[in-house]
């Protein structure tokens, strides 16, 4: 059974930082895209931060440059770094994961930061950012 567990949220002041982790567990994907998504009552799920197995990374425009996805030595633990927090960047942040039946370098680039191709994977339960002004 694949689970995924999000943790780093917390409350930060405007300008401040939070390292948001993720570790999955109860899969092996070859091909597949991971990512970091947000969502605020009444708004749709976000795509905040993607990779795919082959290494491409991608970035809403709201956080480029401010925030970095990574991925621990285990390929299970993935990372979102978050840097000069904006009230704007205030959300649930959720992690997911979802095999890919083909090479993920084969896709468009920005397939893994779309939260609708995600409905054949997995998603963690959340974990909560608040930032103040």
């Known amino acids: 059974q694949v689970r995924l567990v999000e943790s780093g949220g917390g409350s930060v002041q405007s300008g401040g930082s939070l390292r948001l982790s993720c570790v999955g567990s109860?899969?092996?994907?070859?091909?597949?895209?991971m990512g970091w998504f947000r969502q605020v009552p009444g708004k749709e799920r976000e795509g905040v931060a993607s990779?795919?197995?082959?290494?491409?990374?991608q970035y809403a425009d709201s956080v480029k440059g401010r925030f970095t996805i990574s991925q621990g030595n285990a390929k299970n633990i993935v990372y979102l770094q978050m840097n000069n927090l904006k009230p704007e960047d205030t959300a649930m942040y959720y992690c997911?994961?979802?095999?890919?039946?083909?090479?993920?370098?084969?896709?468009?680039?920005?397939?893994?930061?779309?939260?609708?191709?995600?409905?054949?994977?997995?998603w963690g339960k959340g974990t909560p950012v608040t930032v103040s002004s």
């Open positions: 109860g899969y092996t994907y070859g091909s597949y895209c």
């Open positions: 990779l795919d197995s082959d290494n491409r990374m």
């Open positions: 997911a994961v979802v095999p890919l039946g083909v090479a993920s370098a084969t896709l468009n680039a920005n397939y893994c930061l779309r939260a609708g191709n995600y409905g054949e994977g997995d």
